[in-house]
């Protein structure tokens, strides 16, 4: 249970749910509410099979490429602390690029689900705590991913709600406050790989 928990809040955390609403936000301006659920149910859909298939593949394509666990968790800890910074600094991760006025076929895809949801710094976590993962471990760790998921899903479709209960500047503070804590996840990751690196030596 404690692990289903932990893995439930870091990937909670790690969707930045409240920056992902205040893009959604943005990008679905001026549509009606049908018109949203589908972009957010397509957008969750998305980033559901590409959070699963990032959880079971990431040992293969460690052992494919030659790296390391360690130096992926030193280099995706690195990652995920910038855009931690950029979230406390600016209110925008540094991946999410996709901006509201630009003209796409889907943007429940891109840029909502790729780079907003599940960016490069968001891969590469995801990749190093499924390569943590052995056995029964990996099942209650994907429970733990997909309640996180579910949470988002229920905040992006109450986005209109969480919109005129906390206005912008609300929304702006919560993104800073999930920074914060991707911050201090970052370097755990870092720490942890560096940590393991030395007592191998």
């Known amino acids: 249970m404690s692990l289903f928990v932990a893995t439930w809040v870091k990937f909670f955390f790690l969707y930045a749910p ?3 609403v205040s ?22 859909v998305a980033a559901l099979i590409i959070s699963v298939v990032l959880m079971f593949f990431g040992s293969p394509l460690f052992d494919i490429l030659g790296i390391t666990l360690d130096s992926f968790r030193i280099g995706s800890g ?3 602390f910038l855009s931690a910074i950029s979230l406390v600094r600016d209110g925008v991760r540094t991946h999410a690029t996709g901006m509201p006025n630009e003209n796409r076929d889907d943007i429940a895809v891109v840029p909502l689900a790729i780079p907003t949801i599940i960016g490069p ?3 590469g976590a995801i990749l190093v705590y499924g390569a ?19 949470c988002l899903a229920i905040i992006l479709h109450l986005s209109s709600a969480f919109e005129r209960l906390l206005g912008r ?9 999930t920074g914060l804590i991707l911050a201090a996840m970052a370097a755990q990751i870092v720490l942890a790989g560096v940590r393991s690196f030395m007592e191998s030596l």
């Open 18 to 20: 409240f920056f992902v």
């Open 23 to 44: 893009m959604f936000l943005s990008l679905t301006r001026g549509e009606d509410e049908p018109s949203r659920r589908k972009v957010a149910n397509r957008a969750l």
């Open 78 to 80: 690195i990652l995920l």
């Open 121 to 123: 710094a968001t891969i």
């Open 132 to 150: 943590e993962m052995k056995g029964w471990d990996m099942l209650i760790g994907l429970l733990g991913m997909l309640a996180a998921l579910g």
């Open 169 to 177: 500047t609300g929304l702006n503070i919560l993104s800073k406050i």
